[in-house]
Nanobody
């Protein structure tokens, strides 16, 4: 059974840095695309960053220039490097990953359980 195991969350001061990691476990250990989402109190879950198997990335405007998403070589771990964090970055961060499951391009989608990031002023 595939699971996404997240780590790296915690408390950090504004202006500091944090790196989140998301590791695939179980039989399926590589993915075609991955991303990070976050949900702050009182807000809906929002996209933070995505990365394709080819390395193409996209970022939310609110984090562009500060956060970096990346793969390891095996495409079974995705990272989110968070630099110059702001109090507005406080949220539960969720790792996601997808794998193409048939020739028509249907995808299975997996989610981590979330890791809390709190940025203090």
């Amino acid at each position: 059974q595939v699971q996404l195991v997240e780590s790296g969350g915690g408390l950090v001061q504004a202006g500091g840095s944090l790196r989140l990691s998301c590791v695939a476990s179980g039989r399926l250990r590589s993915f075609d695309d991955a991303g990070w989402y976050r949900q702050a109190p009182g807000k809906q879950r929002e996209l933070v960053a995505t990365i394709s198997s080819g390395g193409s990335t996209n970022y939310a405007d609110s984090v562009k220039g500060r956060f970096t998403i990346s793969w390891n070589n095996a495409k079974n771990t995705v990272y989110l490097q968070m630099n110059n964090v702001k109090p507005d970055d406080t949220a539960v961060y969720y790792c996601s990953a997808e794998r193409v499951i048939n020739v028509e391009g249907a995808r299975a989608h997996y989610w981590g359980q979330g890791t809390q990031v709190t940025v203090s002023s």
